[in-house]
């Protein structure tokens, strides 16, 4: 048994220093610049919301700063019951002739509110983006490019969170751009796996017949990404641009960081490529191993335990460093370490309790 232990211990290790040696190289391949003139598009800028009165100026302000070029681009924002003062902010423009709000009155929630803002949609191109957003001025015109590819159905771009100091931040805002390098890695070894809605364009004539899977109340973005994937070869992309990056806020406290996990972990299970179900069952069982190898109180658990988070440290910070610079972030050795602890726990329990658990958002609790 101790050597079936180990040979296990042994092949775990393996697997995830590949793994993660495959997202850095898949990272690595993608192209950034992309020499093209733009096709002029009718494009609609789709924004639902819910209470975000204090959010929606800034990103108002970067809407008025944006350059459109060429393109017929209208700011659509679908208003998914709010209880404040959004929706007064957004008539403030009403004189605007490229800006439109829309109440939704059928359903609620954010695939509900995108669900409508696909039918007031106007554009040909749909690219969406959330209130708590910053767009930079050259954002449209990056998010658009692919589209010249006849064959681009879907392009998923890079968010970043707004820029802040401590020791808290640097542990979530690397944990996050980790998670859009490997949205992006599995983008281009075809195989999609994440991506995010607060940057996402596609094309609307793909919109018939989406499957958002409806009895998540998230995950709007994945499963339309995995949808356009099913039906259409080689359809996705992701913008590897720092001109296209959204900016958005961090989770301020562990509560907002964990309702925000939860969230995102509740769709793990419906995956439709069943080869990406797989690798976070494995990235799972990698970090159960490690708890249960500790929780053992043998020897010979606390040295496979500790061989474990040392070949998962190395392997995230190699992984790390092939693209913290176009995010602007700059990984510490120490505390990555320091941050194994809080990863290797939440990564143990998130799955199991995202399927099991509600959690709070928008001052809804969900499931």
């Known amino acids: 048994m101790v ?18 040696t495959k997202y850095g190289r898949s990272w690595e391949l993608i192209e950034e610049n992309i020499a093209i003139e733009n096709t ?8 639902p919301f819910r209470n975000e009165a204090n ?21 659509l924002f679908i208003n998914d019951h709010s209880s404040d003062e ?62 010249a590819n006849d064959s681009i159905q879907l392009v998923s771009g890079p ?32 195989k999609p796996m994440i991506c995010n809605g607060a940057n996402l364009a596609y094309r609307k004539k793909v919109l018939l017949n989406a499957d958002l899977k409806e009895a998540k109340a998230s995950g709007d973005d ?68 490690i708890l249960v190898s500790l929780l053992s109180f043998n020897p010979i658990g606390y040295t496979s335990a500790a061989f474990l988070v040392i070949i998962k440290w190395l392997a995230e910070e190699r992984f790390y460093s092939k693209f913290e610079s176009f995010f602007g972030r700059k990984s510490s050795f120490i505390a990555l370490g320091i941050g194994q602890v809080i990863h290797i726990i939440y990564m143990a329990i998130l799955p199991i309790a995202s399927q099991m658990i509600s959690y709070q958002w928008k001052e809804r609790k969900l499931k």
Not at 164 to 185: E, H, N, P, R, Y
């Open 222 to 289: 994945i499963f339309l990404m995995q949808s356009i994937a099913s039906r259409y070869q080689d359809s996705i992309s992701f913008r590897k641009s720092k001109e296209a990056m959204v900016v958005t806020k961090s989770p301020q406290s562990l509560r907002e960081f964990w309702n925000q996990r939860i969230r995102w972990a509740s769709k793990n299970g419906n995956y439709s490529d069943k080869s990406n179900v797989m690798i976070l069952i494995g990235v799972w069982l990698y970090n159960v191993l």
């Open 55 to 75: 959010n929606l100026p800034a990103l108002i302000q970067s809407f008025t700063d944006l350059e459109t070029d060429k393109n017929e681009v209208e700011f």
């Open 86 to 147: 959004g929706a007064a902010i957004l008539k403030a423009y009403k004189d605007a002739a490229n800006f439109r709000l829309e109440h939704l009155k059928v359903g609620v929630g954010k695939k509900a509110a995108v669900r409508y803002g696909w039918e007031c949609a106007k554009g040909d191109i749909i690219i969406q983006t959330d209130a708590d957003c910053i767009v930079p001025k050259t954002w449209l015109l990056e998010m658009i490019k692919p589209f």
């Open 159 to 190: 968010v970043n969170f707004a820029e802040q100091k401590g020791f808290w931040f640097d542990l979530v805002s690397l944990d996050f751009a980790g998670l859009i390098a490997i949205g992006a890695a599995h983008i281009q070894m075809k």
């Open 40 to 47: 002029p598009f009718s494009i609609t800028v789709l924004i």
């Open 3 to 20: 050597i079936l232990y180990i040979v296990i211990v042994l092949l775990f290790a393996g697997a995830y220093l590949l793994l993660l």
